[in-house]
């Protein structure tokens, strides 16, 4: 299955340290985020990425070339602009193919076995009315709300009793039609077209139990850090 990694976004809350480094090839446990993902996605049999870039998108291409030294082959899909998840997604169906494909947010560090997640992902996209499976998460500290309710596999209206509420975890499999009302080069969030999908039963899902983290501080990034040097998994953090 092809993957694509996340990377164009600016990480407004981690600066100063990404007004140099674009905030996937910030390092912890002396490796950078996106590495320690590709890596997974390579370890699963996802030999063939695209990384969509904007902000300091050279630094990418300077860090990791083809891909060959992660066991990868890399394809860059370069926005100049950032066009958001659904617009940066759609920018680049031209290199992600006909068949259901993973995406991964660039600055989320988990310990999901990407082989048997991508293979339960293939089994509930067989059948034709679902559109996506999504990888869910307990809500964090930072974000207690959460964003679906799962119910027995399929993502469903909150109001559905006996459903369990869960944050996104920024890890999912999609069909490409998901994306046809997406124009080429249109700015676009996902999680409109997530929740259409889910008003119209298009959406299953399942848990990870497992770590989970959103990099989205530097005191997240140095809580991942001290946990990959050290073995200790960090206390959650806002």
């Known amino acids: 299955m ?57 630094q990418f ?65 067989a059948d034709p009315a679902i559109d996506a499976h999504l990888l869910l998460v307990d809500n964090p500290p930072h974000h207690p709300a959460g964003d679906f309710t799962l119910l027995d596999g399929r993502i469903v209206d909150d109001a559905v009793a006996g459903g369990v509420r869960h944050t996104f975890a920024g890890i999912g499999v999609y069909r490409p039609g998901l994306f046809d009302g997406v124009p080429a080069g249109a700015r676009a969030p996902l999680a409109p077209l997530l929740h259409a999908a889910r008003a119209r039963g298009a959406l299953s899902g399942e848990r990870h139990a497992g770590t989970w983290m959103d990099i989205g501080t530097p005191q997240r990034l140095a809580d991942l850090d001290r946990w990959l040097c050290v073995g200790r998994p960090p206390a959650p953090s806002l």
């Open 2 to 58: 092809i993957a694509m990694i996340l990377a164009a976004g600016r990480g407004e809350r981690m600066r100063p340290l990404t007004d140099r480094v674009p905030k996937p090839l910030l390092e912890a446990g002396g490796r950078p985020l996106i590495v320690h993902l590709a890596s997974a996605l390579a370890a699963a049999g996802c030999r063939e990425l695209v990384v969509n870039t904007a902000h300091l998108g050279e």
């Open 61 to 125: 291409e300077a860090a990791l070339g083809d891909g060959g030294s992660l066991g990868v082959r890399i394809r860059w899909s370069h926005e100049g602009t950032a066009l958001e998840t659904a617009g940066g997604i759609a920018f680049a169906r031209p290199l992600l193919g006909c068949e259901p494909f993973l995406v991964a947010n660039g600055d989320v560090w988990c310990d999901l076995a990407f082989g048997p997640f991508i293979e339960r992902a293939r089994a509930a996209l």
